[in-house]
């Protein structure tokens, strides 16, 4: 490239940078800075062509209109390129002991319901019974009692409730920790399951080679006053796509025993299942303090 194309280009990114110098937000002026550019350095290091820039602006209008009030193909988008994931790590900075968080996903909805702890939050998705079961702490070990957890997952046919397009509400609800900090509930057994890939994502996807798919998880948020909000997932051990989960979102503290149990053996609560088996885990949640 010779020194005159190179300082058109430059002189360029410049104007436009400098067309924010009036920004009152000085927030907003570091970030549209920024991303300027960030952008104009990506345009210049690929050397984009106008049909691509053609097709990157047919990707995104695509993604729009596929995004409705059950799905959000952004968010979607964000997970598969790790940027909702470096946003997570940016934002939830290591402290002490504390759990570590990973992305909410698309899937989570308000107004779950209210469980009671040693509830079953399954609704009758299909699944294998899981027995679920922790503390939440601070990071000195002190029990927190009356943290909001809040909980949802996939069902065994890889499916969330908002998915099937109807009103069921299934594999979701809210509880809150005892006197001691500790919860529990039944839940189902995580599986692996794709993320929605029949639009624009999923097409990129295929494009670059690589799968859709999760890695089994049961998604947490959990709320106490005095405490940093956690957003994280548990996952199984021994579950063949933790090291390629489609959305970065695998953190080795986050992976879990899930321990089968035969037919037979008692429940920690006593309830019968009769001839079927079941699984138990456990999640001791570390909150780390609100800044």
């Known amino acids: 490239m010779s020194s005159e194309q190179a300082g058109r280009e430059q002189q360029l990114t410049d104007r436009v940078v400098a067309s924010f110098d009036a920004t009152a937000d000085p927030r907003l002026k ?14 210049r290091e690929v050397r984009l062509t106008e049909a691509e820039w053609q097709q990157a602006i047919a990707f995104l ?66 699944g294998e019974p899981c027995w679920v079961e922790g503390t939440v702490t601070d990071t000195r070990g002190a029990p927190i009692p009356n943290a909001r957890i ?81 957003v994280t997932h548990i996952f199984v051990r021994g579950d063949e796509l933790l090291d390629r989960d489609s959305v970065f979102g695998v953190r080795d503290s986050l992976v879990k025993d899930f321990e089968a149990q035969p037919p037979g053996t008692p429940t920690p609560d006593g309830r019968d299942l009769g001839d079927h088996r079941w699984t138990r885990v456990r999640f001791d949640i570390v909150l780390a303090p609100e800044v």
């Open 30 to 43: 570091e970030v549209m800075g920024a991303l300027t550019r960030h952008l104009h350095a990506f345009v």
């Open 61 to 126: 209008t695509a993604t729009g209109h596929i995004t409705d009030e059950r799905r959000q193909e952004f968010i979607l988008l964000s997970d598969v390129l790790g940027a909702s994931m470096q946003t997570v790590t940016v934002n939830n900075q290591a402290y002490e002991n504390a759990t570590e968080a990973t992305v909410v996903g698309p899937f989570f909805v308000e107004g779950s319901p209210l469980i009671p702890l040693g509830g079953d939050i399954s609704g009758g998705a299909p």
């Open 150 to 230: 809040e909980v949802w997952e996939a069902d065994d046919d890889g499916l969330y409730d908002v998915q099937y397009g109807d009103d069921r509400v299934a594999a979701r609800g809210h509880f809150f920790t005892d006197a001691e900090g500790a919860y529990r509930f039944w839940a189902i057994v995580p599986t692996p399951y794709p993320i929605p890939h029949d639009g624009p994502v999923g097409r990129l996807l295929a494009a670059t080679g690589r799968s859709p798919m999760r890695a089994s998880h049961l998604h947490f948020l959990v709320e106490a006053a005095g405490s940093r909000t956690l």
